[in-house]
């Protein structure tokens, strides 16, 4: 699997520049050398700048999808388990998949259209979430919101929070998934 490994390291040198610098130093040429390809090595995989944000949109969506999976089957409790997992998930995201996450600022930036893979996850995730037992829909999509404002925030680095209070947040957002028969 040599192509995907270099297909891996194109996608993670594209969302490095897009984090770091802006959609603007986005370049083929600039991936390329980022990635320490030659530009036909990048054309092979990625034909222009669109295919190649597209793959990033792609790249990430395949990334949240399987964690969401990976979490909710994971999880022995039927109560809020999908709620539950996006909240670990974009938790987990905010941190180790920041660059990855550029990849929606580039393809809002050049083509918004490319940004479907991922409305239509979060489309499934918001269907998975609203019928999660034993949590309302309400709450559960407040919880979804809250998460996602947490991940946003950090991406953009506006507000972020210190290490302790951030863990307090995702504690309270758990506690939330669970059954709460007094509520």
Known sequence: ?????????ILEAAALIVHNQGTDALTLDAVAKQAEVSKGGLLYHFSSKESLVKGLVEHMDTIYRENVEGYANADQEQTGKWTRALVNTMYKAGIENKEISAGMLAAQGINPQLLKPLQETYSNWQEQIQQDEGIDEVQATILRLAVDG???SEIFGLGTLDDDLRKKVLERLLQ???????E
């Open 1 to 9: 699997m040599p192509r995907e490994s270099k297909r891996h390291k």
């Open 150 to 152: 947490l991940w946003l």
């Open 176 to 182: 939330h998934t669970h059954n709460h028969s007094s």
